[in-house]
């Protein structure tokens, strides 16, 4: 079954940058939106960054200036370069990646990679 990979995680001092990288382990046709959430113990998922087709790219407010996403649907493959990172920007980070639901599978999870800021 293909599943999404994500790789790039690590721990980074306050200021840092990492780049966050999401592949798929097969062909996928047909993705129109990939996005990157993340989830900190305690807090509710969010939605961190998000390209999508014909919509261009969007990103959360706190990440804003800081955070660019990047795609290639031909590829299956999305990228989250994080500049200027903060504590607070520590979380586990997912990759999405959606296709019209008239295919029978339309919704598409990494498993996860921890970013940790801290000095």
């Known amino acids: 079954q293909v599943q999404l990979v994500e790789f790039g995680g690590g721990l980074v001092q306050p200021g840092g940058s990492l780049t966050l990288s999401c592949t798929a382990s097969g062909s996928i046709p047909g993705i129109n939106a990939m996005r990157w959430y993340r989830h900190a113990p305690g807090k509710e998922r969010e939605l961190v960054a998000s390209?999508?087709?014909?919509?261009?790219?969007k990103y959360a407010d706190s990440v804003k200036g800081r955070f660019t996403i990047s795609g290639d649907n031909a590829k299956n493959a999305v990228w989250l370069q994080m500049a200027s990172l903060k504590p607070e920007d520590t979380a586990m980070y997912y990759c999405n990646a959606k296709r019209p639901s008239y295919y029978s599978k339309y919704d598409y999870w990494g498993q996860g990679t921890q970013v940790t800021v801290s000095s």
């Open positions: 390209i999508t087709t014909g919509s261009g790219t």
